[in-house]
């Protein structure tokens, strides 16, 4: 499930991009406590690396959140203060059978 | 928005007397009015004014964040409620320090405590030299909080 607030340029192949590089880190796998760490790294690092190569003048924040499911209930909330035209975020929910994931990408202009 | 650039003209004046070479720069004034140059475009290339304050909003969140959450119990449809408001009211406590330049963005978590595992994580691509980020955790009983402010100088 995916959610744009947009005036940037990031907009929907985002999306796409951040699924596939979560699908590529979790997926297949069960929740480990030992391994999490090492997901959510790679997790914002590919989906980092796959916004650079789309060579916009934009600074990015990545953030990535994994959560064992236990039935515990989680909430999420953003708020910024921007340029509406120019700056926009997009966030993608996944999950499998012991997980969730949450990925939230933040593009701001530069100039 | 005001753009104002200021012109140097530096004039070097070389050579001088046979066998002796002199370099002298030497300052002088724009032959036209300053005023004229002013437009309504701006572009700082410098370093901001003043630097983010990530003490102040470190206890702006600390405060908002404990004052708002201390005794109360984990409820699905409150959380989701309270998220929203922390990131409404941290946003307008920022303004009032009226950060020029800066670009800021909010995140705050919610969750149930209940014995389940998380992790999170983020990574930016931006300037080191200028943009910054303030985080702060709180726990209780029932529930926990994480909330981020990341500033985002505009260049």
């Not at chain 1, 999306?15 to 760490?37: A, M, R």
């Not at chain 2, 209780?140 to 402010?149: D, G, I, Q, R």
């Amino acid at each position: 499930m995916e959610e744009y607030q947009n005036g940037s340029e990031v907009g929907v192949g985002a999306g796409s991009l951040l699924w596939f590089g979560i699908e590529s880190v979790l997926g297949g796998d069960d929740y480990s406590q030992t391994h999490v760490n090492k997901w959510t790294a790679a997790i914002v690092e590919r989906c980092l690396t796959q916004l650079v190569k789309i060579n916009k003048p934009y600074k990015y924040i990545v953030t990535c959140s994994v959560m064992q499911k236990t039935g515990a209930g989680l909430h999420t909330a953003n708020s910024c203060y921007w340029d509406t035209s120019m700056d926009g975020s997009c966030t993608v929910r996944w999950e499998n059978r012991t997980m969730y994931c949450v990925v939230s990408v933040f593009a701001v202009c530069i100039a | 928005m005001f753009r104002i650039i200021t012109v140097h003209f530096w004039v070097l004046q070389g050579g001088g007397r046979g066998g002796e070479k002199k370099n002298k720069a030497n300052y002088s004034p724009p032959s036209f009015p300053l005023h004229s140059l002013k437009s309504d475009l701006t572009l700082r290339l410098t370093r901001p004014n003043k630097p983010f304050p990530i003490t102040t909003i470190s206890h702006i969140l600390k405060e908002e964040i404990t004052h708002r959450l201390r005794d109360v119990r984990y409820d699905p449809v409150r959380s989701r409620e309270m998220t929203l408001t922390l990131c409404e009211v941290i946003r307008t406590r920022m303004k009032e320090f009226m950060i020029s330049r800066y670009k800021t963005v909010i995140l705050v978590h919610i969750g149930q405590l209940n014995g389940q595992g998380l992790q999170i994580s983020s990574r930016c691509l931006w300037d080191p030299n200028f943009d910054t980020f303030v985080s702060h955790s709180f726990k209780n009983t029932s529930l926990f909080c994480s909330a981020t402010v990341y500033g985002i100088y505009f260049e």
